[in-house]
């Protein structure tokens, strides 16, 4: 034991002497090819004395990088992650610049500027060479890895080794496009699990692939919170306005997410999925987990050793080799956004929605910064041997909003989560215990143009001019702006008067208009009750039939006193929702099966709008209307945005029986919770060893 633990102190002793080494030619060489970087007085000096203070200002890096990194980033935690990411180049060169004037011979100088490049090169190099030599070594290999996730060794308790499982959510990605991305070639590591033939010779299958079907809100604030917390329940989509709080919740808004997390918890009298020594990372939700990192329910809790929201961040950036590779990543990943956007606008490439602005630092955090993060905290909770990990990677579905779900941007997004399985499953090989891998998504995206760009106008300005309310002179002048305006004058048997002779109403009585992807939702704020469809007939009686009629909207959802609720469809059509059927769809035809089960469980829910809106959906390609900007939307029903999938090893238990569909995120729920379960043993939280309790 001791003799295996000096070995380890030798070993390591080794390593930062070859890194130091290593770090010091680096430097000599940035010194003879950068100009205003300097490591030998104005006199000149001898090649020994440049050596010994390139050596002397590569070890002062090293150690800065070691000591006050790590406490820099700390304080920078109130920082917002995208501006830490830009501040990583500057805060490395300004620890360089420090280095050279440790030197106590006063030698070698450097313009701020060169010191940000020379101070990345550096750091990338003890980085490469860290790693390098430890890719022998399984013990260093896992300790730097520890290191990267902020993680200590935890011993197994005595007894059976009970396996682990990690679920690794790849936001967005539809069972199609994952399908179509394994037969391309795309994702080699998900085609080797599902028994694809490599060049290795034939596959051998360890997962199997299974569709399953979101409810009528296909977004991953439903989703979720339904997989994570067993319940979707009054989640009519993914923002929507509250009459008895007069307050529009949004589902990736800290304060509201905390709020649907509490209410799940409050309906199924259960903490989450993750109860039981869990670790959620990068999630809307915490499924109860006790680790937890870029968690959005926790966000605007007081930080503490049970809140750790931004830990992650801290985690991986404290390691100043690992933010400078992410830095850079970041950086190209802006540029490539810019490159594919304008090589898109030069082509005119239709449908197009505008990606200037933030959109490409969005991009790249999204892409780049939350990816490497997520993973890294994955990586340290497998290697700490947790019971179950839960991890969403966002990537996908934020760069197929503005490209497109099968673009050539969305598919090389799709070739490195691919990569970032691969490395999980390769650290998986060095954990405690073993572990399932289980991958799934919360919805897929349904692509075609925006509702906007179809139409010349919004939902929003359709409802104003529905309603006979002042609407922008652009709408005004389109031809659905105009049918809407005459279907008022139809209605009130009379000519609406011009625009600046009306009288604008109370702002309190004027519609609220919210999109969810392809899904629209219309609330009368200065009701405090769900209006019926015979109250809002007599308040604008134009209103339901200009929506029902317009060629971009599908179907509308309403309460009605008579039959409690009823779907309405173009030229008069009427179903009440108690009649929906797969075999009697009515206006929900072409919109597959569940859409009448689904219609119907949201028409149940407390705070469901005054009007639901479901854009045109085109059978034939799968396209619907988004009412938001984007060409790959969900959160309605249509298309394939319904139909994410569950890759899962054949080691668990089928998730339904042969025949039968998976429905819902409550019943993926139920189904990961029966996973967790066949485990054997009690799952019974690892306790660290002895002699890091100690420390």
Same mark, same amino acid.
């Given at each position: 034991?001791?003799?295996?633990?000096?070995?380890?102190?030798?070993s390591?002793?080794?390593r930062?002497v070859?890194v130091?080494?290593?770090?010091?030619?680096?430097?000599?060489?940035?010194a003879?090819?950068?100009?205003?970087?300097?490591l030998?007085?104005?006199?000149g000096?001898?090649a020994?004395?440049i050596a010994?203070?390139?050596a002397f200002?590569?070890g002062?890096?090293?150690l800065l990088?070691?000591v006050?990194?790590p406490?820099?980033?700390?304080l920078?935690?109130l920082v917002?992650a995208?501006?830490l990411g830009?501040?990583?180049f500057?805060l490395n060169?300004?620890?360089?610049?420090?280095?050279?004037?440790l %030197?106590?011979?006063?030698?070698g100088?450097?313009?701020?500027?060169?010191?940000?490049?020379v101070?990345?090169?550096?750091?990338?190099?003890a980085s490469?060479t860290?790693a390098?030599l430890?890719v022998?070594d399984?013990?260093?290999y896992?300790?730097?890895l520890?290191?990267?996730a902020?993680?200590?060794?935890?011993a197994l308790p005595p007894?059976p080794v009970?396996?682990?499982t990690v679920?690794?959510?790849?936001?967005?990605?539809g069972?199609?496009?994952l399908?179509?991305a394994?037969?391309?070639?795309?994702m080699?590591?998900?085609?080797?699990w599902?028994?694809?033939a490599?060049?290795d010779g034939?596959?051998?299958?360890?997962?199997r692939l299974?569709p399953?079907?979101?409810d009528?809100s296909?977004?991953?604030g439903?989703?979720q919170l339904?997989i994570?917390h067993?319940?979707?329940?009054?989640v009519?989509a993914f923002r929507?306005y509250e009459?008895?709080?007069?307050?529009?919740?949004v589902?990736?808004r800290p304060?509201?997410?905390?709020?649907l997390?509490?209410?799940?918890?409050e309906r199924t009298g259960?903490g989450?999925?993750?109860?039981v020594?869990?670790?959620?990372?990068g999630?809307l939700?915490?499924?109860g987990?006790d680790?937890?990192?870029l968690v959005?329910s926790?966000?605007t809790?007081r930080?503490?050793r049970? %809140?750790?929201s931004?830990?992650?961040?801290?985690?991986?950036f404290s390691d100043?080799a %690992?933010a400078?590779?992410?830095?850079?990543?970041?950086?190209?990943?802006?540029?490539r956004e810019i490159?594919?956007?304008?090589r898109?606008r030069?082509?005119?490439?239709r449908p197009r929605?505008?990606?200037g602005g933030?959109?490409?630092?969005?991009?790249?955090?999204?892409?780049?910064?939350?990816?490497?993060?997520v993973?890294?905290?994955v990586?340290?909770?497998?290697?700490?041997?947790?019971?179950?990990v839960y991890?969403d990677?966002?990537?996908?579905?934020?760069v197929?909003?503005?490209s497109g779900?099968?673009?050539?941007?969305?598919e090389?997004?799709?070739?490195r989560?691919?990569?970032a399985?691969?490395l999980?499953?390769?650290?998986?090989?060095?954990?405690?215990?073993p572990y399932r891998i289980?991958v799934?998504?919360d919805?897929g995206q349904s692509?075609?143009?925006t509702?906007?760009?179809?139409?010349g106008?919004t939902?929003g300005?359709?409802?104003?001019?529905?309603?006979?309310?002042?609407?922008?002179?652009?709408?005004?002048?389109?031809r659905?702006?105009?049918?809407?305006r005459a279907?008022?004058?139809a209605?009130l048997?009379?000519?609406?008067?011009?625009?600046?002779e009306q009288r604008?109403?109370a702002r309190?009585?004027?519609?609220?208009?919210l999109?969810?992807? %392809?899904?629209?939702?219309i609330?009368?704020p200065?009701?405090?009750h769900?209006?019926s469809?015979?109250e809002?007939d007599?308040?604008?009686?134009?209103?339901l039939p200009t929506l029902a009629n317009?060629p971009g909207i599908?179907?509308l959802l309403v309460?009605?006193e008579e039959?409690?609720?009823?779907?309405?469809?173009?030229?008069?059509?009427e179903v009440?929702v108690?009649?929906?059927d797969?075999e009697?769809?009515?206006p929900?035809a072409?919109?597959?099966?569940g859409?009448?089960?689904a219609?119907?469980?949201?028409?149940s829910?407390?705070h469901?709008a005054?009007?639901m809106?479901?854009?045109?959906h085109d059978?034939a390609d799968?396209?619907?209307?988004?009412?938001?900007?984007?060409i790959?939307?969900?959160?309605g029903?249509?298309?394939?945005?319904?139909?994410?999938?569950?890759?899962?090893p054949?080691a668990?238990s089928?998730?339904?029986?042969e025949g039968?569909?998976?429905?819902g995120?409550?019943?993926?729920?139920r189904?990961?919770r029966?996973?967790l379960?066949?485990t054997?043993?009690?799952?019974v939280p690892?306790e660290?060893e002895?002699?890091?309790?100690?420390?």
């Amino acid at each position: 034991m001791l003799g295996g633990r000096w070995r380890r102190v030798v070993s390591q002793v080794g390593r930062s002497v070859a890194v130091w080494a290593v770090s010091t030619v680096t430097m000599l060489v940035l010194a003879g090819i950068l100009p205003d970087f300097q490591l030998q007085s104005a006199d000149g000096d001898s090649a020994t004395t440049i050596a010994v203070t390139a050596a002397f200002a590569a070890g002062a890096f090293g150690l800065l990088s070691a000591v006050v990194w790590p406490l820099l980033v700390r304080l920078l935690l109130l920082v917002p992650a995208l501006v830490l990411g830009l501040l990583v180049f500057f805060l490395n060169g300004a620890l360089l610049l420090v280095a050279l004037r440790l %030197n106590p011979a006063e030698r070698g100088a450097v313009e701020p500027e060169t010191a940000v490049v020379v101070a990345a090169a550096m750091s990338a190099v003890a980085s490469a060479t860290g790693a390098a030599l430890a890719v022998r070594d399984d013990d260093a290999y896992r300790r730097r890895l520890y290191r990267l996730a902020d993680r200590r060794h935890r011993a197994l308790p005595p007894g059976p080794v009970t396996p682990g499982t990690v679920f690794v959510q790849l936001d967005g990605v539809g069972h199609d496009v994952l399908t179509a991305a394994v037969g391309k070639g795309l994702m080699p590591t998900v085609a080797r699990w599902l028994g694809y033939a490599t060049a290795d010779g034939p596959g051998r299958p360890t997962h199997r692939l299974t569709p399953w079907r979101t409810d009528w809100s296909s977004q991953t604030g439903a989703s979720q919170l339904g997989i994570l917390h067993g319940s979707t329940f009054d989640v009519p989509a993914f923002r929507w306005y509250e009459k008895d709080t007069q307050e529009v919740m949004v589902s990736n808004r800290p304060t509201s997410a905390a709020e649907l997390q509490r209410r799940a918890v409050e309906r199924t009298g259960d903490g989450g999925l993750l109860t039981v020594d869990g670790a959620s990372r990068g999630n809307l939700f915490s499924g109860g987990a006790d680790e937890q990192a870029l968690v959005l329910s926790i966000a605007t809790r007081r930080r503490s050793r049970e %809140n750790r929201s931004r830990a992650g961040y801290f985690a991986y950036f404290s390691d100043p080799a %690992n933010a400078v590779r992410t830095a850079l990543s970041f950086v190209a990943e802006v540029g490539r956004e810019i490159c594919q956007s304008t090589r898109a606008r030069l082509h005119k490439v239709r449908p197009r929605v505008s990606r200037g602005g933030l959109y490409p630092f969005v991009r790249a955090f999204a892409t780049v910064v939350e990816r490497d993060v997520v993973v890294a905290a994955v990586m340290g909770d497998l290697l700490a041997g947790r019971t179950a990990v839960y991890a969403d990677l966002v990537a996908y579905d934020e760069v197929a909003h503005h490209s497109g779900p099968t673009s050539r941007d969305a598919e090389k997004v799709l070739e490195r989560l691919d990569r970032a399985l691969a490395l999980i499953e390769k650290v998986a090989e060095h954990a405690p215990r073993p572990y399932r891998i289980v991958v799934l998504s919360d919805h897929g995206q349904s692509p075609g143009e925006t509702f906007r760009a179809r139409y010349g106008l919004t939902l929003g300005d359709l409802v104003r001019a529905g309603c006979g309310l002042p609407v922008p002179r652009r709408a005004r002048r389109t031809r659905s702006g105009a049918e809407a305006r005459a279907a008022v004058r139809a209605a009130l048997h009379r000519p609406v008067e011009e625009e600046h002779e009306q009288r604008r109403p109370a702002r309190r009585s004027e519609p609220i208009v919210l999109a969810s992807g %392809n899904l629209g939702l219309i609330s009368f704020p200065d009701v405090p009750h769900r209006m019926s469809r015979e109250e809002i007939d007599a308040r604008h009686p134009a209103l339901l039939p200009t929506l029902a009629n317009h060629p971009g909207i599908g179907f509308l959802l309403v309460r009605s006193e008579e039959h409690g609720g009823v779907v309405l469809g173009a030229n008069g059509a009427e179903v009440p929702v108690d009649e929906l059927d797969d075999e009697h769809p009515g206006p929900l035809a072409g919109l597959g099966p569940g859409a009448a089960r689904a219609v119907r469980r949201t028409h149940s829910f407390p705070h469901t709008a005054d009007i639901m809106v479901n854009s045109f959906h085109d059978p034939a390609d799968g396209e619907v209307l988004a009412f938001e900007e984007q060409i790959g939307s969900h959160g309605g029903l249509g298309g394939a945005q319904a139909k994410p999938f569950l890759l899962s090893p054949l080691a668990c238990s089928a998730p339904v029986d042969e025949g039968e569909e998976l429905v819902g995120a409550e019943q993926v729920h139920r189904v990961l919770r029966r996973w967790l379960r066949e485990t054997a043993g009690p799952q019974v939280p690892i306790e660290a060893e002895p002699e890091e309790r100690a420390a």
